[in-house]
């Protein structure tokens, strides 16, 4: 018989904390941290192999490109030699003929290598002066053709280039050179060596190793791969040490610079002169055509009303709702004229709300995008506006365009607006047209107008504007 009652709490059984959930998981286990250390290593692997076949392309690019800066050094020598020629030639009397004709395909080698130095990232600017709109063809002209050379400094530094480049040009070669050692040295590893073993049993050396046994041809194999390793990272800064050599002597000196900038500068002040007076004029004749027309006529009309005001009352009302009509043209004509000088929705509503009004009146659809800081001179929203405004309005009249995108926004000073369609392209800078307007209107203050329009499309403009007016680009010609 057993005895019951209370149990004691020595005497229950411990039973725990109840369950709130199924257990937590433990710490990974061995197999687990495997796996995960070998995704790891793989993943790695795989951003190496990625890395490595993108800067292996770009070496062979690269080496390529170097082959080709490795053979000019020829073509520099002779025409070092034959421009030199001549240039003693015209010294004493002769060679004002062929002078002109050396010189173009001086020029032509020397842009060659901008270009090279360009696929380097290295950009060197063309500073020669810009060639005199026309020459008399005869001696004269001739003679004076060769002044504008020989008087231009960046003619003395391409010659100063070619003799130099002979030399430094080699170093183009080694990129290529190292190419063929590499594959010199896979080659001997994989048993050519074999057959290269002289009489007495001697090996071809290769970086210090003869190889004339199978360790030392596995031990070339492994020089080759370090051979490889050096023209991998070494190849770029080859070609980039020959651009910067490009640039000092055949990019801008301060001089060149200063000359060019003031040259620009003087271009543009002419140009911004010639449009000030266009501008005036037209606002004369719109003033003479429309509004002062209509004020005459206005004017007219009252004086008859007023003398049928007493005798005939109903022609009078007519003359006044005629003479109220005629000044409700007139302010209207105004108003245009007005918004034509500057328009007030720039200064009511601000740079972005205007240029995406212009947007919204256009009959395409166009996709906007526009931040501006509120801080912009005046000007330069009137610039900027006018000229997003001829865009829009030669792709909705000439481009065959279904919808277009207009993008404009502010970074390090400078203002770019990005106009583009997908329209039938063929824009052309002409002079006379529209875009050629569009720059000079820019040149004012400094600004550039690119545009790439391809037959067939699309087109895409895009205007830059520094907002500075002490801004450093410069304009070669």
Known sequence: ?????????????????????????????????????????????????????????????????????????????????????????????????????????????????????????????????????????????????????????????????????????????????????????????????????????????????????????????????????????????????????????LGHTDTTRLASRVRHLAESRSGALDTQAAELRRIERDLHDGAQARLVGLGMTLGAADRHLDKDTEEARRLLREARASSVLALRELRDLVRGIHPPVLAERGLADALRALAIASPLPFDVSVTVPPQLSAPVESAVYFSVSELLTNVAKHAGASRGELTVGYERGVLRARVSDNGRGGASMSEGSGLAGIRRRLAAFDGTIDISSPPGGPTVTELEIPCASSSPRTFSS
């Open 1 to 249: 018989m057993v005895a019951e009652g209370p149990v004691s709490d020595r005497e229950r059984p411990d039973t725990g904390p109840p369950s709130a959930g199924p257990p937590s998981a433990g710490p990974p286990t061995g197999g687990g941290q495997a796996r995960s250390a070998r995704e790891r290593a793989l993943a790695l692997g795989r951003f190496t192999l990625a890395a490595v076949r993108l800067r292996t392309r770009r070496a062979t690019l690269d080496t390529a490109v170097g082959t080709v800066v490795g053979a000019s050094t020829m073509p520099s020598l002779a025409l070092f030699l034959v421009t030199a020629y001549f240039v003693i030639l015209f010294v004493i009397g002769i060679g004002a003929v062929a002078l002109p004709v050396c010189i173009p395909a001086v020029r032509w080698l020397c842009n060659r290598a901008r270009r090279v130095a360009g696929w380097t990232g290295v950009r060197v600017e063309v500073p020669y002066q810009p060639e005199p709109p026309e020459f008399e063809k005869d001696i004269v002209g001739w003679m004076r053709r060769c002044k504008w050379i020989l008087t231009d400094r960046a003619t003395w530094r391409d010659l100063l280039w070619l003799f130099l480049n002979t030399g430094v040009g080699m170093i183009g070669f080694i990129p290529a050179a190292l190419l063929y050692y590499v594959g010199e040295g896979l080659v001997l590893a994989g048993g050519l060596w074999q057959p290269l073993l002289g009489d007495n049993g001697t090996g071809r050396m290769y970086c210090g190793v003869v190889v004339d046994s199978w360790p030392a041809a596995v031990a070339a194999g492994f020089l080759a791969l370090g051979v490889f390793a050096v023209w991998l990272w070494t190849t770029p800064f080859i070609l980039k040490g020959y651009a910067y050599f490009t640039r000092y002597l």
